[in-house]
């Protein structure tokens, strides 16, 4: 795509006459499709769309669905290097019980090694938890123990964020764990595609699978990790759509 050279930019960038026109179209409600036709990019964005009720006007989207959209190209490269990062781990994870300095990776196995150690790290945490959680439905027994250890930490003041996908709204389960827990402390937001199941404690130690059956799980300890996987986390976030808000 060519763009005009008075607002010339990069691929998936909005210049200041796009965003421009979007604030005044979020003010008044729509705007004339005459006045965009100098600024592709807020089209191109999915910023602005025709009005069904118009053809001479666009209204504008949401904001969290038009950050969802400019975000989908660079969340989709964030998944990639994500894989890429959990099948280097995989493969440094043999080195810690070599002689050698602990690289700060260890591979747990079986769901109660896994749990407890997650317990562990939860009755440790003082600031927030990440997650994100694949796949539409939790069972009621995943929900449960998600709750019984959810609220004694939240009870301590400690932040929660959920991810999950947009199929997940229809639980009802998952409906019946959020009003349990007080807004103030949790959120949770979703996402047309979820990555592997992620579980970041005050940035400090993170979990992933380490199969494809749950049943190994690499916990992750080293610092520059940590940190990357909480940047890829919010990176996600941002592009999410909160639950208490209708899907665009």
């Given at each position: 795509?060519?763009?005009?050279?008075e607002h010339?930019?990069?691929?998936g960038?909005?210049?200041?006459?796009?965003i421009?026109?979007y604030?005044?179209a979020?003010?008044?409600?729509?705007?004339?499709?005459?006045?965009a036709a100098?600024v592709?990019?807020?089209?191109?964005?999915?910023l602005?769309?025709p009005?069904?009720?118009?053809?001479?006007?666009?209204r504008?989207?949401p904001?969290?669905?038009?950050?969802?959209?400019?975000?989908h190209?660079?969340?989709?490269?964030?998944?990639?290097?994500?894989?890429?990062?959990?099948?280097?781990a995989?493969?440094?994870?043999?080195?810690?019980?070599s002689?050698q300095?602990p690289?700060?990776?260890a591979?747990?196995?079986?769901?109660?090694?896994?749990?407890?150690?997650?317990?562990?790290?939860?009755?440790e945490?003082?600031?927030?938890i990440?997650t994100?959680?694949?796949?539409?439905t939790?069972t009621p027994?995943?929900?449960?123990?998600?709750?019984?250890?959810t609220l004694?930490?939240?009870a301590?003041?400690?932040?929660?964020?959920?991810?999950?996908?947009?199929s997940?709204?229809?639980?009802?389960?998952?409906?019946?764990y959020?009003a349990?827990l007080?807004?103030?402390?949790?959120?949770?937001r979703?996402?047309e595609?979820?990555?592997?199941r992620?579980?970041?404690?005050?940035?400090a130690?993170?979990?992933?699978?380490?199969?494809?059956d749950?049943?190994?799980?690499?916990?992750?300890?080293?610092?520059?990790?940590v940190r990357?996987?909480?940047?890829?986390y919010?990176t996600?976030?941002?592009?999410?759509t909160?639950?208490?808000?209708?899907?665009?």
């Amino acid at each position: 795509m060519t763009l005009p050279t008075e607002h010339r930019h990069g691929e998936g960038e909005l210049c200041d006459a796009a965003i421009g026109l979007y604030t005044q179209a979020l003010t008044q409600g729509s705007i004339a499709r005459s006045a965009a036709a100098h600024v592709p990019c807020v089209a191109d964005g999915a910023l602005l769309v025709p009005d069904p009720h118009d053809s001479l006007r666009l209204r504008p989207v949401p904001p969290t669905a038009g950050l969802a959209h400019l975000l989908h190209p660079l969340a989709r490269q964030v998944l990639d290097q994500v894989r890429a990062i959990d099948l280097l781990a995989k493969s440094l994870v043999p080195l810690t019980s070599s002689d050698q300095e602990p690289i700060s990776l260890a591979t747990l196995h079986g769901l109660s090694t896994i749990q407890a150690s997650i317990n562990d790290s939860a009755r440790e945490v003082r600031d927030e938890i990440l997650t994100i959680q694949p796949g539409s439905t939790r069972t009621p027994e995943q929900l449960q123990i998600a709750l019984s250890g959810t609220l004694p930490t939240v009870a301590r003041g400690v932040r929660v964020r959920h991810i999950y996908q947009h199929s997940a709204r229809y639980s009802t389960g998952l409906k019946a764990y959020v009003a349990q827990l007080p807004s103030g402390l949790l959120e949770v937001r979703t996402v047309e595609r979820a990555i592997d199941r992620l579980i970041i404690f005050d940035r400090a130690v993170a979990y992933l699978p380490a199969d494809p059956d749950g049943n190994a799980a690499l916990e992750i300890r080293h610092p520059g990790l940590v940190r990357y996987l909480a940047t890829v986390y919010e990176t996600l976030w941002a592009g999410a759509t909160p639950f208490t808000e209708h899907l665009p």
